[in-house]
């Protein structure tokens, strides 16, 4: 693939995750205008990124400017992707790339998806891990396995390391949405949706219930399947995967472990990272893939709303 796609984008966002989008897009030779809310964030952000951003919010920004682009990333916070994303479509941005969860009620995805669909938008969720060497290194060997895969998984949380001044209680709530989900979409991206699910929550800690997640099921291809999360314990985001004869470690997600059959030894699959090495990991990829229309790797919204049924399972979360 080309390393120039020379597009107009629209960053939506001028908080930190915003800064590592603009340097790919930068690298891409995108023409980048830059939308925030406070003066302060935006001059900041002009500071780090050296691109002007426009302060008052996207509603004041559309009011200002009567053009339209094909190409918008939102990057705001979690309570506002869907209002910002809705007033892009309506606006007559063709290509919307928005940030995990995308939303963070059902409903909302439901309304999404009409209004994608009456604009004719192609609306995807910035889910970065997927496109992480390792885990497209375990795609490709789950193609070529003719044997039955299990899995276990862990979306344990540092909740040591949560800025919680950051964030409204309306995040904080749904923090398996905001930020344990990278771990199951992973997993329903390389296996597929649960066909079954037995789920167990308890414990509580003071900004978030439950907080001890256990469970198992069965894939819809057939792949036998456990986790076990304690956000009150120690442990970190990890996926495990029992081929015939060896397991697949990824933990940390971004390195790739194996340990064959009959050996205590663990040794590190030795992956070709190129573009990775220089920016946040997946982004390169993601970003170059939805600025080409290639969107078959991504979640989309209406994946999504399946994934919501399973995510409100494992945590007991309803839809309020």
Known sequence: MSNN??????????GNI???????????????TAIG???????????????????????????????????????????????VTSSLIEY????????????????DLRRMIDLKNSYNTNV????????????????????????????????????????????????????FLCNSSHVADLV????????????LTTGKLEWHSPSIFCGSGKTENGNLFTYNSNWSSA???????????Y????????????????????NEVHLKQDTDLNYKDGFYTQCQLFLKNEFEEFCSLEQQLENFKWYYKITNYMEN
Not at 5 to 14: A, D, L, Q
Not at 18 to 32: A, E, P, R, T
Not at 136 to 141: A, H, M, P, V
Not at 235 to 245: L, S, V
């Open 188 to 199: 329903f991206y390389l296996f597929g949706n649960p066909s079954e699910l037995n789920s």
């Open 5 to 14: 796609v020379n597009k107009s984008v629209w960053m939506v966002g001028t």
């Open 247 to 266: 397991k697949l470690i990824l933990k940390p997600l971004e390195k790739l472990f194996i340990q064959k059959r009959g050996e205590l030894e663990i």
């Open 92 to 107: 007559g941005v063709k290509n919307i790339l928005v940030e995990k969860p995308a939303s963070l009620r059902s409903r």
């Open 18 to 32: 915003s800064y590592d989008y603009i340097k790919v897009l930068k690298d891409l030779k995108c023409n980048v």
């Open 124 to 175: 995807v969720i910035g889910y970065n891990r997927r496109f992480y060497k390792s885990i497209q290194e375990c795609k490709e060997r789950l193609k070529k396995s003719k044997f039955p895969v299990s899995f276990s998984f862990d979306f344990t949380e540092w909740t040591h390391k949560i800025n919680f001044k950051k964030y409204l209680k309306s995040e904080l709530d749904r923090w």
């Open 37 to 83: 809310r406070s003066k302060s964030s935006c001059k900041y952000f002009e500071g780090v990124t050296d691109i002007y951003a426009h302060d008052g919010g996207l509603s004041s920004f559309l009011n200002k400017n009567p053009n339209v682009v094909d190409y918008a990333i939102v990057a705001t916070n979690e309570n506002q992707l869907c209002e």
């Open 235 to 245: 442990g970190r985001w990890g996926i495990e995967i029992y081929f015939k004869d």
